[in-house]
């Protein structure tokens, strides 16, 4: 009889029980990571959350290849105008609101509000009294109410900033705007909570509609149109930036030599007629140092007649626009004129009223712009024309021909409006790249970590696989013992019994590694909500410092005393003025302020037609009387001495006394003692 002995390996059992182990423990922990380094996939996550790893870095790259294309916010020196502010108020919640009308309706798609620059002394530059809730209204002539085309809010982040803030909507008709703030911001200087702004563009296309047009407030804080803050000052054109583009070539400005005879003239020829209807003139390359050496209205001509002409000899001449500097608040790095459209070849620039220039010994009329823009149907057309001019340059590298190359002292010279979209671009970009950067180094961290773990889920499985050999190993040895012992009994107890064949076990079945494609695959589920992003970016004067501003009281007096007075009668005369010169300047300083104040309520109040100035000065007191023949104050309400002077008369610890002449008119006399007040 043959018998049959079939063998079972408990060793089979126990290697793939090992295995399984090994591999149910890297897919446990490859499903971890990929958990993990993935991020949150449910919707109410931020836009930044929902975003894959890999997403995020190609945003980065993203990010900065445009920052690097893009205008930088350069700040402009010197003085200029500053905008509008209105009143000051303790609430945030009393609104203002702002106006323009530009007479007509047009076709307007985007708005730009210009924030106005303060200096913070922690921060460094930021915009200050930008509203902090507002919404921007447009309609018709006909229409009272208009209709809402942008809201923000607190939510919307858009301080702190130094950019324009860039307002874009469908085309729309309209023939005015207006600006309304629900809730104001506070004033870097004392908390006080304003509206200021330093400009307000309305375009239409390349057409910024709102320039020089009428603009009305609910309250302002300057009336004078001559100071820094005045409501116009919204639509002039003049921006706290300086145009710093990434593209073009640098230009230096040119700049005529001194001199320039009775007439100069500069003519752009444009090759054909075209319908003109802006120019933009571009002040010189100022100084690349701060603070700039030469002042602000350097080479700009006080007074110029701008004429356009079909024929090369202008006998068809018509005015175009004409250019008058009342004050240095009404210049800037670019003049902008708008004018009825007339189709012109050649444009030519009369200087009436030239710039006198005095410096390194010599002094005359002098003439410099950057760049003069001409513009037809939105579009610059004198790049690269042919200029000239009736007058030399001051060097061979101050080229009459920069007039028209396109270029500043920075480089490219931008349409006016893409240069407020880059800047604005540029401030969201600048906002998002320090969350995106945030979010990338907690995905870095992440990734980190769950690098370790799989570093200890792999010396896990190395351990797995090590007791699994030496298993193996113990159980082969004890199968092969009881066969032996299996045999030998068979062998005693039946000779000639057949061997029984013993089947050799399989080999261990091979673990998985992980796959990119399937970590890829499931990472790519939400690689489509890359664009909405979160708020937020960086990126928005002491008499006595004024070094040499009040140097010469008595000439100052003089100086303003004929510029005011020029209407009337006046008499001025000084006694010991080797004294006054020895005046310390704050109190030269509030002394003249005090006159000037004089001279200011004369001609308001009094209507005097003749006024006399007398200063007298010793070692024991100095006294300032002021007289006038004009109605006295025998009608006037309250205090006979108007508060601004003894405000005035109080910082300088010094006695007024205002009275009434019997033959009509009025005496102010300020009298301090003189030994504390010298230097």
């Known amino acids: 009889m043959q018998q049959i002995v079939v063998v079972m390996y408990p060793a089979r059992r126990h290697l793939l029980t090992f295995a399984t182990l090994g591999v149910i423990a890297l897919l446990v922990g490859w499903w971890f990571t990929v958990a993990l380094s993935s991020g949150p996939l449910d919707s109410s996550a931020s836009p930044l959350k929902r975003l894959s790893l890999s997403a995020l870095e190609q945003r980065m790259t993203a990010l900065d290849r445009q920052l690097k294309f893009l205008a930088q916010p350069s700040m402009r020196t010197g ?12 609430d945030d919640h009393q609104g203002e609101w702002i106006q323009i009308d530009w007479q007509q309706d047009v076709t307007i798609n985007q708005i730009v509000l210009v924030p106005t620059i303060w200096r913070d002394t922690v921060n460094g530059f930021r915009a200050d009294g930008f509203p902090a809730e507002f919404r921007i209204l447009v309609g018709t002539a006909g229409e009272s109410k208009g209709k809402v085309v942008a809201s923000y809010g607190a939510a919307d982040s858009i301080l702190p900033r130094v950019a324009p803030l860039v307002v874009s909507f469908p085309a729309t008709e309209a023939s005015w705007m207006r600006l309304e703030a629900t809730r104001l911001s506070p004033r870097g200087w004392d908390g006080m909570y304003i509206l200021q702004l330093s400009e307000i ?63 100069p003239e500069i003519v752009i020829d444009l090759d054909q007629p075209v319908p003109l209807s802006r120019i933009h003139m571009h002040s010189t390359d100022l100084s690349d140092t701060v603070p700039q050496s030469v002042p602000e209205d350097f080479g700009i001509p006080r007074s110029m007649l701008i004429e356009g002409s079909r024929e090369p000899d202008f006998s068809d001449a018509v005015q175009l626009c004409e250019y008058h500097m009342e004050s240095v608040y009404e210049v800037g790095p670019i003049i902008m004129r708008r004018f009825p459209e007339s189709t012109c070849r050649y444009v030519r620039l009369i200087v009436q009223d030239p710039y006198v220039y005095s410096g390194g010994g010599k002094t005359g009329s002098r ?109 082969r040895q004890r199968v092969i013992y009881q066969t032996r012992q299996r045999i030998a009994a068979d062998l005693h107890d039946e000779l000639g019994a057949n061997l029984h064949a013993i089947g050799l076990l399989g080999d261990l079945a091979q673990t998985t590694t992980d796959s990119p494609d399937q970590l890829k695959s499931l990472l790519r589920r939400i690689r ?53 010169r020895k005046l310390k300047p704050a109190v030269r300083i509030d002394l003249f302020l005090f006159y000037k104040e004089c001279l200011v309520n004369i001609l308001r109040h009094s209507g005097a037609t003749f006024v006399t100035t007398h200063l007298k000065a010793d070692h024991r007191e100095l006294c300032l009387t002021i007289t006038d023949n004009g109605s006295g104050l025998e009608h006037s309400t309250g205090a006979r001495v108007p508060r601004s002077l003894r405000r005035r008369a109080r910082l300088l610890g010094a006695q007024v006394d205002a009275r009434d002449l019997e033959n009509h008119g009025t005496r102010i006399t300020l009298r301090l003692r003189t030994r504390k007040f010298l230097s």
């Open 79 to 90: 003085v200029g105008a500053v905008g509008y502010r209105s009143i000051a108020k303790h």
């Open 201 to 263: 563009m309305v375009f239409s296309g390349q057409e910024n509609v709102a320039l020089r047009q009428s603009v009305d407030v609910s309250s302002e804080e300057q009336r004078d149109p001559r100071s820094a803050r005045h409501k116009q000052h919204l639509v002039d054109g003049f921006v706290p930036y300086l145009m710093d583009a990434y593209e073009g070539k640098q230009s230096l400005a040119f700049v005529s030599e001194i001199g320039v005879g009775d007439s």
């Open 367 to 475: 003439i410099g712009f950057a760049e003069i823009e001409l513009f037809a149907n939105g579009q610059n057309v004198s790049v690269g024309k042919t200029v000239r001019a009736n007058f030399n340059a001051d060097s061979p590298t101050r080229k009459v021909s920069a007039l028209t190359d396109g270029n500043n002292l920075f480089g490219e010279i931008l349409p006016i409006r893409r240069w407020m979209n880059e800047l604005a671009k540029r401030h969201d970009l600048e906002s998002e790249r320090p969350l995106l950067r945030a979010e990338l180094n907690e995905r870095y961290q992440i990734q980190k970590t769950n690098l370790n773990r799989l570093a200890w889920l792999a010396g896990l499985l190395g351990f797995i696989a090590v007791c699994t050999i030496l298993v193996e190993r113990i159980v």
């Open 528 to 580: 489509d909500l890359t664009e909405r992003s979160g708020a937020a970016t960086r990126y928005c004067s002491n008499l006595l410092e004024a070094k040499g501003l009040f140097g010469d009281l008595m000439d100052d007096m003089r100086r303003t005393s004929t510029r005011m007075m020029a209407d009337l009668e006046h008499e001025i005369s000084f006694e010991g003025e080797a004294l006054l």
